[in-house]
């Protein structure tokens, strides 16, 4: 049986993981009588919830003659890791795009990593039957795409499909709606290549991936590239000090459906996961002692992201959750760094405080969300960008980003990036509709506590992305945010008089009946400097009552509190304390006698 190695790429919630579900249901994967759910692949809770795919999966099926291993990747950029190291063990990938919104900053990051490495494209045009869909003009951004990105001329000849992966159809014709996904399986076996492998050669394998179980220990994941590999077989691994560790396969398994299956041997061109090499890393070859020649290394974008965790030192420390003492810390985050490549952790100059390093705030987020529904508790610094040196200089990453909106939201907006050091570079109307495209050249930084302003400011209607362009020189510091924080002055429960006297001052946090401490943020003030204010203020009770002499006491209701929000809104000099019951936002000095309320 001959075999195809395939990865789905795309931007996100562009219908990739509902494609994938009508493909396995028509290649048979499941009964008759299976009940599946919706959105298979995105099998984590959080995937579910969120309705992203977050870490790249594999899974196959049978079509005709042929063994087809998939790959699904995320969409999101912060993930972009995943996708770059899912594209070295296939050969082909289905592009997929929105009808609508074409391609996106996304799509092109992983078109331009998939066209580097001369993987054969087939474009799916999905959500045809979106009554705002254009066909046509999505048709030419794509060409334009392909022409840019293109590193040869036959790069540029792909076929194209039209689908509704909702519907569970795809046609070759724009005209024409067909019954199923056949004619997108048939090019997937026909037009896609086998994999290019040298099968008599010695074994070779590059590690692509990582994955950890309890019962096997790390195992590692990639392509065989050349040979062989039997189970209990003695191998080396070659890691990136040019090192030859040798180990025994102590299992091996190939993906088979929507699970693994343990196999006795595998040969060039599968997909193997192995078990047995004490610390594999990303880009270590494994291959017979004899043999010992390593391969080629994969080299993923840098980590660009970096947060602060610190074991929780509020007063309400320990009665939440399970208290992560220092020790307990670090070994969560070198359990999380195991399973996600994309992540990195340090020491820093106090033993309670470690630096999380990671490809963007959403990945941090993600992180923290598992972490506190394992039931630990901690605390989170405010994201920085890491900034690189170049011939002396220092240099901070700046960003491509493009943002669909209403047309009437244009000056909202343009102000607002302009203000986080942004730069217009294009502005065009979307044809159909009264959105309007803008294209901005912006410091990461910027992008940083983007995410609610942006959907404030146009009424959840923005749709956006971007992907690191390149280095700039670095642009000084600037506020977070402009306004400051209104700070609890006592430790105490909030009283609905306390808190109704202080709503026209800003935005609060808490609600009544809250538990606070000294040094504990319970609003964001309207000026640009803190202040210390008392949220359990009580009412005095006298004996004289007069008609309309007493206030009526009314509080607006207030957000729940949110991971991301509660991130992007901390400055410097503040702490996200994240338990499994409350997410709350503090000053590193509780004290209020020994903080300064003016911000510089």
Request: negative net charge; aromatic residues 6%; charged residues 30%.
């Amino acid at each position: 049986m001959s075999m195809r190695n395939l990865a789905i790429i795309a931007h996100v919630d562009h219908g990739k993981t509902t494609l994938i579900d009508g493909l396995f249901k028509q290649a048979g994967l499941f009964q008759a009588h299976q009940q599946v759910d919706e959105r298979i692949m995105d099998s984590g809770d959080i995937e579910k919830e969120r309705g992203i795919t977050i870490t790249a999966k594999n899974a196959s099926f049978d079509w005709k003659e042929a063994h087809v291993n998939i790959v699904d990747t995320p969409g999101h950029v912060d993930f972009g890791g995943e996708v770059e190291r899912a594209l070295f063990m296939v050969d082909g990938a289905l592009l997929l795009v929105d009808a609508a919104e074409g391609p996106l900053p996304q799509t092109r990051f992983v078109l331009r990593k998939a066209l580097e490495r001369g993987t054969k494209i087939i474009v799916v045009i999905n959500k045809v039957d979106r009554p705002d869909a254009r066909i046509d003009e999505v048709e030419e951004k794509l060409l334009e795409l392909f022409y840019d990105l293109a590193v040869s001329d036959d790069q540029v000849n792909y076929p194209i499909f039209y689908a509704s992966a909702k519907e569970g159809w795809a046609s070759k014709s724009k005209t024409e709606k067909t019954e199923d996904f056949t004619p997108l399986l048939d090019a997937i076996v026909e037009y896609l290549p086998a994999p290019d492998v040298k099968a008599e050669d010695p074994f070779q394998l590059i590690v692509t991936n990582l994955t950890y179980s309890s019962f096997l220990g790390q195992v590692a994941i990639g392509r065989i590239e050349a040979g062989a590999v039997k189970e209990g077989e003695r191998v080396v691994l070659i890691n990136e000090d040019h090192e030859s560790i040798p180990f025994t396969v102590t299992a091996l398994e190939a993906f088979s459906g929507l699970s693994t299956e343990r196999v006795k041997k595998l040969e060039a061109g599968n997909i193997a996961l192995l078990a047995g090499a004490q610390a594999p890393k990303i880009g270590d070859t494994i291959t017979t002692q004899e043999h010992n020649i390593p391969l080629p290394r994969i080299h993923v974008d840098p980590p660009s992201v970096a947060v602060r965790i610190s074991v929780n030192t509020s007063p309400f420390a320990g009665q939440e959750g399970e208290y992560a003492t220092s020790r307990k810390l670090e070994e969560l985050l070198q359990k999380a760094c195991l399973n996600n490549v994309a992540l990195s952790y340090e020491q820093t100059e106090s033993p309670e405080v470690f630096l999380l390093k990671g490809r963007g705030e959403l990945q941090i987020v993600i992180l923290l969300e598992e972490l506190r529904r394992e039931g630990y508790e901690m605390m989170v610094g405010r994201p920085e960008i890491i900034l690189v040196e170049q011939d002396g200089q220092m240099m901070e990453p700046e960003e491509h980003m493009v943002i669909d909106i209403p047309d009437d939201r244009v000056g909202i907006v343009t102000e607002m990036l302009s203000q986080r050091g942004g730069r217009m570079e294009m502005m065009e109307n979307m044809e159909g509709s009264q959105r309007v495209r803008l294209t901005f050249a912006i410091p990461a930084r910027g992008l940083i506590g983007i995410r609610s302003r942006m959907l404030t400011e146009t009424r959840g209607e923005a749709i956006y992305s971007s992907s690191f362009e390149k280095y700039i020189p670095y642009q000084g510091k600037r506020f977070s945010r402009m306004n400051g924080a209104m700070v609890s002055d006592r430790t105490g429960v909030t009283a609905q008089y306390g808190l109704f006297n202080l709503q026209p001052r800003g935005k609060l946090f808490v609600r009544e009946g809250m538990r606070v401490y000294e040094g504990m943020i319970v609003g964001e003030f309207n000026k640009q400097n803190d202040l210390n204010v008392n949220a359990a203020k009580e009412k005095k009770l006298t004996n004289v009552r007069a008609s309309g002499s007493d206030d009526s006491t009314k509080l607006t209701p207030i957000k729940e509190m949110e991971l991301e929000f509660a991130l992007e809104w901390i400055d410097e000099d503040e702490w996200m304390e994240v338990t499994p019951e409350n997410i709350r936002m503090r000053k590193d000095e509780l004290r209020t006698n020994m903080r300064k309320v003016v911000r510089k």
